[in-house]
């Protein structure tokens, strides 16, 4: 009889082992957020949810960065973004009857204004700057003519800001009057504001102003400024210029500006070296 019953057990047990190595036995831990990026400072929530034997699990969670505060709920916590930009990994364990299990999530943590969908982008020229502009050897000594204009490849609603990139190169005249995002009136700084939608197209852009001497697209001294600024940001960042032009990726809110020391480090109130 021992015999006869030992069998079935065995067999029973074979069919357990089997049944366990199968995924509808094995515990199951699933981390979820309520948003998979986060601007720094800010929270989210996090969620796991579990398939597991046994009674009420133990949960505990930690954070490569920034802070895990618990909620009424164990499988519930909320995640405070850090204050620095980068990545954080956040893990949750669950045990209960001697089993453990876990599961993560990695959470983007952007800058401040990260996750907003348009970026401001304020061009800046100090016009207190382009006085006695060398541009050729016949006009050795060119002075900034008011308005200032830019243009290039963007379309603008000059009242709203509104921008888009693209656009064949229209001209608008900027602003020294403390509006469109001018912060100071009268002081020499003419400012353009665009609000554009994210995008990662380089917009090309250069300048136009009133002075008589033309040999081009646009004045002499536009010309020489913008050769200018290419050099120095050439020999600086190298950010905004490449071969042709100077641009900005409107990815982000930013300040485009051209400033007195820049003009003074670009030489151009003296010849071009040839
Ligand atoms: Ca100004």
Redesign the pocket.
Known sequence: MTRNLAFPFALSLALLASCSSLAPSKPTAELSASAPVVEVGRMISLSLRLGMPGGPPRITWSASSGTILPTLVDNEVDFLAPAEPGESRIVATASSGGRKIGAEAVVKILPAGGLKKTAEVIV?VDCGSLEKVWVDPAHPAENFAPPLKIKGTFSLDVDTGEAQAGGSWPSYAM????SHG??????????MRFVFQKTRTKVYFAFDDANAYRPGFESGLAWRLKLAWRGVDEAGAGEVSDANNLFFIPDRDQVVAWTADMAAKSGMHAEAPK
Not at 175 to 178: A, C, Q, Y
Not at 182 to 191: C, F, K, N, Q, S
């Open positions: 800046e602003f020294d009057d403390g001018d912060r100071v009136a009268g002081d020499g700084i003419w400012t």
